[in-house]
């Protein structure tokens, strides 16, 4: 059996520094299973900076997404405040994430930077989606591998 890739350790890794109450964060989740929230960390895009050959080193940069959606829960509590209580539990979520990213002080070996961009409202995912508001998060992670598959 192969060891995993660089970038599966890291993906995981972060995977587990973000989780925990309240967030049910999971890999690559539908928007299907949606049922009132949703966290998911999103593989994304993994680039080749460069390449190095004596000894063979790859860098690149890791391009993962926090995809976070709330849907409204209290349709009798009037659309005001139903979107209120909706915009207010996004919010919530984004900083509790913020919060654990922040707190991050090790990633596995070989990462030499990450860092967290500002939410980003305009999801594709929502277009159209009456009740629900969301956001992605993209987090981006140097890294160097002896792999040149990352």
Do not use: H
Not at 33 to 58: A, H, Q, W
Not at 71 to 98: C, F, H, N, Q, Y
Not at 131 to 140: D, N, Q, R, Y
């Amino acid at each position: 059996m192969t060891e995993p890739s660089k970038r599966e350790e890291i993906l995981e890794a972060l995977r587990v520094a973000l989780e925990g109450s309240p967030v049910d964060l999971a890999r690559n989740r539908p928007l299907g299973d949606l049922k009132s929230t949703i966290v998911s960390l999103n593989d994304g895009e993994t680039e080749l900076v460069e390449e190095y050959f004596n000894p063979s080193r790859y860098e690149f940069v890791l391009s993962a997404t926090l995809e976070i959606v709330v849907a409204s829960s209290l349709p009798e509590a009037g659309e005001a405040a139903e979107k209120g209580a909706r915009d207010a539990a996004l919010d919530a979520l984004i900083e509790t994430l913020v919060a654990r990213f922040e707190a991050i002080e090790t990633m596995p070996d070989r990462v030499t930077d990450w860092r967290m961009l500002p939410p980003s409202f305009g999801t594709q995912a929502l277009l159209g989606a009456a009740g629900m508001k969301g956001c992605e998060l993209e987090i981006e992670i140097d890294y160097w591998s002896d792999r040149s598959s990352g």
